[in-house]
T-cell receptor, first 114, second 107 residues
């Protein structure tokens, strides 16, 4: 069956450009999560949606990072005025509900800022 | 936030059991303990999770210490396909990933 789909798989941008990363969660999954994974590190939480509501954005590193999920399905993570330190793999995960079910991860978008 | 620590790497012979430890001494009482594994260029794959009791599924077993300050993932018979980075994760919805253990399986 279809898992979590992320696009693009790879994105190269010049410092200062804006980028948008897309996540298609598993159909019917209420909860959606974004994580950032630096090279050689474990993923770090960025933000969490339940349907269209962003309930926790405590992990977003700066106000250059913005996430949305306007219809409670597809989500977009936007990074404005990218910096070199934004280079990482951005992972999206979804789960049927908040607490009891494990999160299912996509394969991520590898972002490289030149 | 809870902090989890794991050994950097472990080796196992094929067909033998593997015990992967995790220390999560600052975990809160309501946080679940999850284990995920990750292959290169792929997202983390769910392995198992639990709260207080030991858990078994078709992939592995999870042994949770009585004080919940540590846990152990048990792969009963390691295969070459089990070679991956294994992450111990705490949290209910906001996952806190551990440092990860790179498991090498020797043929």
């Amino acid at each position: 069956g279809a898992g979590v789909s992320q696009s693009p798989r790879y994105k190269v941008a010049k410092r200062g450009q804006d980028v948008a990363l897309r996540c298609d969660p598993i159909s019917g999954h209420v909860s959606l999560f974004w994580y950032q994974q630096a090279l050689g590190q474990g993923p770090e939480f960025l933000t969490y949606f339940q349907n269209e509501a962003q309930l926790d954005k405590s992990g977003l590193p700066s106000d250059r990072f913005f996430a949305e999920r306007p219809e409670g399905s597809v989500s977009t993570l936007k990074i404005q005025r990218t910096q070199q330190e934004d280079s990482a793999v951005y992972l999206c995960a979804s789960s049927p509900n908040r607490v009891l079910q494990p999160q299912h991860f996509g394969d991520g978008t590898r972002l490289s800022i030149l | 936030d809870a902090k989890t620590t794991q050994p950097n790497s472990m080796e196992s012979n094929e067909e033998e059991p593997v015990h992967l430890p995790c220390n999560h001494s600052t975990i809160s009482g309501t946080d679940y303990i999850h284990w995920y594994r990750q292959l290169p260029s792929q997202g983390p794959e769910y392995v198992i999770h639990g709260l207080t009791s030991n858990v078994n599924n078709r992939m592995a077993s999870l042994a949770i210490a009585e004080d919940r300050k540590s846990s152990t993932l048990i792969l009963h018979r390691a295969t070459l396909r089990d070679a991956a980075v294994y992450y111990c994760v705490s949290g209910t919805y906001k996952y806190i990933f551990g440092t990860g253990t790179r498991l090498k399986v020797l043929a």
